[in-house]
C-alpha cells in the first residue's frame, strides 16, 4: 500500500515538473551510474535560480557528484551554460552549469530540479504572485529572506493531489510555505481549530469520560482513531490524569448531538437518552431492520455523516440531487453506531477536522457542503 502511493506521487511530481522532497534519493543514485555523453553546450544569460533537490555533479558527463543539493536549499545559484546530454538508452536531457554568488559553489545541475527564483516577489507574503514561471525583468537583489512556494505552484500540487487528501510534496513543504498559505491549505484540506493547548502532549490526548454509561462509546471512538491513523491518538484518562475532559451537556436549545469545545466534548443528554431519536420510534427486537438515509435532510442530522459513516454504498438521485443511503443493523447497535459516530466526529473536531462535503465522510456536516 505504502509503495504504492509512492509510485503515485512520483508519477505526478514528474507530469509536474515540480521537485519534491521525499525519500526518493535512489531514483537519483541509479541515475547518476548511466553513462552520458555530452551533445550540446550553450551559454546562457545568468539568471536566478534555487535548486530543489537531486545533485551537483562535476562535470557534464555526470561522472561525480559533489554536493547534495538538498543542503543547499537556500543558496541562490546563477546560470551559466546549458548542456544538453544523451544518456545511454539515447535520451535528451538537459543540464545547467551553475555557480554561486561567490563561485565556490559551482556545477552541474539537473535543469528540472532548478527553479527560478525571484527573490523580490517570494518576500511578499500577504500578496504571493499568482503569475507562472519568472518572467519578471527585474535584475536579481540579493536574497535576505527564505524562499516560499509560489501560490500557483502550490494550486498545482493540490489539483494533483487527491480531494482532502494531501501527498507527496505537499506533505514537505517549509514551515514558511504552511504559515504564508494558512488559509489556502485550511480550505483545501478542511482544517480547523485544533485543540487547546496541552490537550495533545507529544501527539496524544487522554480523555476522562465523566459517565460511565458512555465509556463503551467513547472507548469504540477512540479505537476507530487510533486504527485509521495507525498510532494511539487518544487514550482512555482518569479523573485525576487527563488532558481532555468528555461528559454530558445540553445541546438541546443549540441544536448539537455533540459539540467539542477545545479542552473537551460534550454529548447530548435529552437526545442521547431519547430511544426515538435519531431514528424515529424503532422496534424493539433483536431483527435487523433497515433505514433509508437522505442527504437533505438536515433537520434531525441524520443526513449527516455521524449517521452515513456506517452505510455501505450510496445512490446519487440526479432528478433531486440527493444522495441516499441505508444502514442496517439491529435497532440497539444502530443507535450505538449513531452516538460512538457522534463522538468520533466531535475527536475529529480535535485532530483539528473541519466538516467535509462528502455525505459518507465520520466528519461530514450539512455546514461543510
Ligand atoms: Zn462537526
Do not use: C
Request: glycine share 8%.
Amino acid at each position: 500500500m505504502k509503495q504504492k502511493r509512492a509510485i503515485v506521487t512520483m508519477v505526478l511530481a514528474a507530469v509536474f515538473s515540480i521537485g519534491f522532497l521525499g525519500n526518493f534519493s535512489t531514483t537519483q543514485d541509479a541515475a547518476a551510474k548511466r553513462t552520458v555523453k555530452v551533445v550540446k553546450v550553450k551559454k546562457v544569460a545568468s539568471k536566478p535560480y534555487r535548486a530543489t533537490k537531486g545533485y551537483m555533479y562535476n562535470s557534464a558527463k555526470l561522472t561525480k557528484k559533489i554536493h547534495n543539493l538538498k543542503n543547499y536549499k537556500k543558496t541562490t545559484f546563477y546560470s551559466k551554460k546549458r548542456v544538453t546530454v544523451k544518456t545511454s538508452k539515447n535520451k535528451k536531457a538537459y543540464y545547467m552549469y551553475v555557480a554561486n554568488k561567490s563561485n565556490k559553489i559551482k556545477g552541474y545541475v539537473y535543469s528540472k530540479y532548478l527553479k527560478p527564483y525571484q527573490p523580490g516577489k517570494t518576500t511578499v507574503v500577504k500578496t504571493p504572485s499568482t503569475s507562472g514561471s519568472g518572467s519578471s525583468t527585474n535584475t536579481p537583489t540579493k536574497p535576505t529572506e527564505p524562499t516560499v512556494i509560489s501560490k500557483s505552484d502550490l494550486e498545482s500540487l493540490i489539483a494533483a493531489s487527491p480531494d482532502l487528501d494531501p501527498t507527496g510534496q505537499l506533505l514537505s513543504l517549509t514551515s514558511e510555505d504552511y504559515q504564508t498559505y494558512a488559509s489556502v491549505f485550511d480550505k483545501n484540506f478542511n482544517v480547523g481549530d485544533y485543540a487547546h493547548k496541552g490537550v495533545f502532549n507529544n501527539d496524544q490526548a487522554s480523555i476522562y469520560v465523566e459517565s460511565q454509561q458512555l465509556v463503551p462509546y467513547v472507548q469504540k471512538a477512540i479505537d476507530k482513531w487510533n486504527s485509521a491513523l495507525g498510532t494511539t491518538a487518544f487514550t482512555l484518562g482518569t479523573r485525576e490524569n487527563h488532558s481532555m475532559v468528555l461528559g454530558f451537556g445540553d445541546g438541546q436549545i443549540a441544536g448539537w448531538d455533540g459539540v467539542f469545545y477545545g479542552s473537551g466534548i460534550a454529548v447530548d443528554y435529552t437526545s442521547f437518552h431519547d430511544h426515538t431519536y435519531p431514528y424515529g420510534r424503532l422496534p424493539v427486537s433483536n431483527e435487523p431492520i433497515t433505514i433509508t438515509l437522505t442527504s437533505d435532510d438536515d433537520s434531525t442530522g441524520v443526513g449527516d455523516g455521524v449517521a452515513a459513516h456506517a452505510a455501505s454504498g450510496y445512490h446519487y438521485d440526479a432528478d433531486v440531487h440527493y444522495v441516499t443511503t441505508t444502514i442496517t443493523g439491529v435497532p440497539a447497535d444502530l443507535l450505538e453506531t449513531y452516538w460512538v459516530g457522534v463522538i468520533t466526529h466531535e475527536l475529529g473536531h480535535s485532530l483539528g477536522l473541519d466538516h467535509t462535503p462528502y455525505f459518507q465522510d465520520i466528519m461530514a456536516a450539512q455546514s461543510g457542503t
